[in-house]
């Protein structure tokens, strides 16, 4: 991997880290600058998430700051969109 490309993987994963902290999910603007407009994701249940049922979600004050969400392990090969590099 180029150092360019670990600097893309490094700032994606940072982002990553920042939606974790239950005052950066809390907020709906710092949220909005995390996220591309054209976010989709789909959940383990197979449910599709974009930007507004993500910030639906984490601005209906059921983010709470006694129950963070933790990383436990990151594993597997990273793939970025090509707006990350």
């Known amino acids: 991997m180029t150092d360019e490309s670990e600097r893309a993987v490094q700032a994606a994963i940072e982002a990553e880290m920042q939606l974790l902290d239950p005052d950066v999910r809390a ?3 710092l949220v ?3 996220l591309d407009l054209e976010f989709i994701e789909i959940g383990a249940s197979g449910r599709r998430w974009d930007v507004t049922s993500i910030l639906t979600v984490t601005s209906d004050g059921s983010v709470a700051p006694e129950a963070p969400v933790e ?4 594993s597997g090969p990273y793939s970025l969109p090509a707006s990350f590099i």
């Open 27 to 29: 907020s709906p603007s």
């Open 32 to 34: 909005s600058e995390l």
């Open 71 to 74: 990383v436990s392990e990151l």
